[in-house]
């Protein structure tokens, strides 16, 4: 599979920002795909197999299918493609093309019918009127107060690779209910999200709430709903709960480790039940509904110190999924920083925006501790405030990031730094690096941060190639650039 990444300076955003899939056995075929659109990201692949498993692994804004493929016709695969991702358009390939073949095609949903030898110009026009189509029809959705229907996650780090593959396998399984842990920002309701999409109960409601927002009796009502007259206030007709709304689909309780004891043992009834009553009720109502929580807490030690029901804390980690913190999958920084920064460019208006080569070594060097949360909004703030067009370092304002220090003749890890005197600036919180306000060197800051990494890490190479997030051999390779000796083993 290859992959070109979009740049996010693109005159057109609507095509930079866009995904397409090429499926086709022939090689010169798909290079001439990618070649057709330079700049945005092109994903491939040659059987009807590994077309399935390309829009699993991330949703594409078009396929280009070829109808004769090895394992199968591309007509074949239609169905299972868009049962996947009904919004996907589908632009058929085919060399051997006929009336009966181009009916049958837009029957099954395939959005265009190309023949083979074709024009690149006529496939640059058929994708782009497909994604100005998918634009317009989120626009509506937006303007009727609907979803957008679809959640892109960007997964390049091994990591969130095994997190999107364990989505796949519980989205399979409609009714299991998914404990998500991780740190705050690191986008647990973007994985529920993606759980629910990708399930049988797609087409049914997906329902999110805060357990931590509210008090415990309006919680209650909530989640459960309540009889008319059931407290002070209740609407005279009564309401129903969030459970009944998500009835067929998904509710997503949000920081549950929150949730009041006494309300945790009407939780564990529905979820053992698939029934619950509402506030002043005596009825019961059953419900069909996939529950999926969420946590930065451990509940382990929350049910040690009998904050949570030990028995609710299995029934809701049937199965459980980690999110890594941003920091433990760098991989991941740039392209989520270049799809944000696209997506906001667009938003507010500066379209012409570009992240500098010093912003990006910046981003990589940071621990993130805001998670992806933090990195949406340094990029926010960067474009609103920016004056110019190229965002640096110094635009992104990363809390604990490198900082900026008084000229100097070399720029050293705080360590090594001499004690501040009371006159002198505050000094940057630990683990920060100091840089000169006109060092913009990317092989210098590279050499700054592997030194100051090797220094943090008592000189033991391998455990600061680990943190580092390379392998031993790139580090001693890039020591011995440096000038810096680098023995065969440790």
């Known amino acids: 599979m290859s992959v070109v990444h979009a740049p996010v300076n693109s005159p057109d955003n609507a095509l930079s920002t866009a995904t397409i899939l090429v499926v086709d056995d022939e090689p010169a075929i798909r ?38 493929l ?23 390939l085919t060399a051997h093309g006929s009336v009966d073949l181009a009916v049958e095609a837009l029957k099954l949903g395939v959005a265009d019918f190309i023949e083979k030898p074709f024009s690149l110009e ?27 229907g679809r959640t892109k996650i960007i997964a390049h780090d091994p990591a969130m690779r095994r997190v999107l593959a364990l989505v796949r396998r519980v989205a399979a399984v409609p009714s299991t209910t ?21 399930s049988a109960r797609a087409d049914k409601a997906f329902v999110a709430i805060n357990c931590a927002a509210l008090s415990e009796h309006l919680l209650e009502a909530e989640l459960f709903g309540y009889e008319k007259g059931a407290f002070t206030g209740a ?21 549950i480790g929150e949730m009041p004891l006494e309300l945790q043992t009407k939780l564990l009834r529905a979820l053992q039940e698939r029934r619950f009553r509402r506030v002043g009720g005596l009825q019961d109502i059953e419900v069909d509904v996939r529950v999926v929580a969420a946590t930065n807490r451990d509940l382990r030690q929350e049910v040690a110190a009998g904050r949570f029901r030990q028995d609710l804390y299995f029934r809701l980690k049937v199965v459980p999924i980690h999110i890594p913190p941003l920091r433990e999958r760098r991989d991941d920084i740039i392209p989520l920083a270049e799809h944000i920064f696209a997506r906001l460019a667009s938003e507010l208006g500066r379209p012409d925006a570009v992240l500098s080569e010093a912003a990006r070594a910046a981003m990589r060097a940071y621990d993130w501790p805001g998670n992806v949360r933090e990195l949406a909004n340094a ?54 690096l100091v840089l000169p306000p006109d060092l913009r060197n990317l092989a210098a ?3 700054l941060v592997i030194r100051a990494t090797l220094a943090e890490c008592g000189g033991q190479k391998s455990k600061a190639a680990e943190r580092l997030g390379i392998n031993r051999t790139t580090l001693y390779h890039k020591l011995r650039e440096m000038g810096m000796e680098a023995p065969s083993s440790e």
């Open 31 to 68: 290079l001439s795909v990618v070649r057709a659109f330079p700049g945005m990201t092109v994903r491939e692949a040659s059987t009807c197999q590994e077309a399935i498993e390309r829009v699993r692994d991330a949703y594409p804004d078009v396929c280009i299918l070829d109808q004769r």
């Open 70 to 92: 090895p394992d199968g016709a591309g007509l074949d695969v239609v169905t299972r493609l868009k049962a996947i991702d009904p919004e996907l358009p589908i632009i058929l």
């Open 122 to 148: 006529r496939l640059r026009t058929t994708v782009r009127n497909q994604l100005e189509k998918q634009a317009l029809g989120r626009q509506v959705r937006k303007l009727a107060g609907r979803s957008e």
């Open 178 to 198: 998914v404990l998500i842990q991780g740190e705050s920002g690191v986008g647990k309701e973007l994985i529920a999200r993606a759980i629910h999409e990708r």
């Open 235 to 255: 609407d005279s007709k009564g309401k129903a709960g969030l459970f009944e709304v998500a009835d067929g689909g998904t509710i997503f309780l949000d920081e």
């Open 379 to 432: 990029i926010e703030r960067a474009l609103i405030c920016a004056e110019s067009t190229v965002i640096g370092p110094e635009d992104l304002v990363m809390d604990e990031s490198l900082r900026h220090a008084p000229a100097c003749a070399d720029a050293v890890p705080p360590s090594a730094s001499a004690p501040a005197s009371a006159a002198s600036p505050a000094a940057p919180p630990p683990g920060s």
């Open 445 to 447: 800051i590279e050499a």
